[in-house]
């Protein structure tokens, strides 16, 4: 089978060459002229073969948006595009709205695995027209990891259900990777606890915790011990929000997923406008002291202010101060030296995560 693959980034790069290495043949476009097989989206169209498959892996919004229009002016009736970046599933249905008049298919993928797939395999997660998805199963079968179908690969139903499920798992992936977090830090406060790591690693087999992101955090701890000099500074990709948003619209309770992503927007902040609020209030009713940003010998002696395994905000000479930076910096930059994170890059403006040949990719 031949495939046409626009976006080649960290993720589209990988998964062409995970379907060459089954035996596929595909052909790439992106802007980069490194990494592209073809110089145009043209000609690629032209160089495959009916019924033509397509797959889009390139960033969220308007650049996918304007990819599928092109498709559809140079696409015939029985070719079929793959959306497999991270697009918000109503979009889903308008893309679909501008191909199923001309009779182009059009199946919307979610794909987790991140870097690891090339390897491992990639989860993945279809919406879309039963004959549409069945065209292009081989390519799913060559990307999905090895073993049971149903194991790595679900067509979830109508076009939309790929993302709308990509979203919930990325959701549930914020409030997993926020307990083990939680944990961490409890067993960093202990003293009587003297191996952290130790602890993690000794649940990657045999416990009900045992996971595949257990197994990352091991490796993150093997790399940088104690997390040292890391910053807290997380991003989020948009599917947390998404996740969110559609839990208060269908009514469903959704408080552990919720937490996890504003403890990301917490993090962000050097000081925080809502616990300014409880500092004034607990002021007022009960004649508390309230700490001042210049002043930090208002607070009670004796108080625990932060476990052993946390620093305090702190100023340039070190003295401690509230809602000051922590050192590590909150920045683009600092986030991008800090690692890797789970999700597609950094959205401060509320868009949907990205994906393909941009500097950010979908997890």
């Known amino acids: ?26 052909v790439g476009y992106d802007l980069n002229e490194d990494v592209r097989d073809v110089d145009s989206i043209e000609a690629l169209v032209e160089s495959l073969e009916a ?3 397509v797959w889009v892996m390139v960033p969220h919004g308007d650049p996918t948006r304007s990819t599928v229009e092109t498709l559809g002016e140079l696409l015939s009736e029985g070719d079929m595009v793959i959306e497999g970046g991270n697009s918000h599933f109503s979009e889903d249905r308008e893309l679909d709205a501008i191909l199923e008049p001309k009779g182009i ?21 279809c919406g879309g027209r039963t004959e549409h998805v069945e065209l292009a199963m081989p ?55 003297k191996d952290v790591k130790g602890c993690f690693q000794a ?60 403890a990301r927007f917490a993090s962000r902040q050097e000081n925080s406008p809502a616990m300014q609020a409880v500092a004034a209030l607990r002021g007022q009713f009960g004649g508390h002291a309230v700490e001042m940003l210049d002043d930090p010998d208002t607070r009670t002696e004796g108080e625990v202010e932060v476990h052993g395994g946390a620093e305090p905000k702190q100023d340039d000479s070190g003295e401690r101060r509230v809602g000051a930076d922590d050192g590590s910096g909150s920045s683009d930059e600092a986030a991008t030296e800090a690692g890797p994170s789970s ?21």
């Open 139 to 193: 390519v799913f079968d060559a990307l999905r990891p090895e073993g049971p179908r149903e194991e790595g690969f679900v067509h979830a139903g109508d076009v939309g259900a790929g993302h709308y499920a990509k979203m919930v798992h990325n959701g549930i992936e914020y409030g997993l990777m926020h307990a083990y977090a939680e944990g961490f830090e409890l067993l960093t406060a202990k003293d009587i606890v």
């Open 343 to 363: 999700g597609t890059g950094r959205t401060e403006d509320g868009q949907g995560p990205t994906s393909g040949s941009g500097d950010t990719d979908p997890a």
């Open 105 to 125: 298919g059009y199946v919307d993928c979610g794909v987790s695995g991140g870097i690891w797939g090339l390897d491992n395999g990639y989860g993945l997660m």
């Open 1 to 26: 089978m031949k495939i046409g693959m626009i976006g080649l980034g960290k993720m589209g790069g990988n998964m062409r060459e995970r379907l060459r290495r089954a035996g596929l043949e595909v």
């Open 51 to 53: 019924p033509r498959v």
């Open 203 to 262: 649940w990657t087999r045999g416990t009900v915790v045992r996971s595949w992101l257990l197994d990352l955090l091991v490796k993150a701890l093997d790399e940088t011990p104690g997390l040292e000099g890391i910053s807290e500074y997380t991003t989020d990709s948009g599917e947390g929000r998404w996740t969110v948003e559609e839990a208060i619209e269908m009514a469903v309770p959704m408080p552990v997923i919720s937490a996890a992503l504003f």
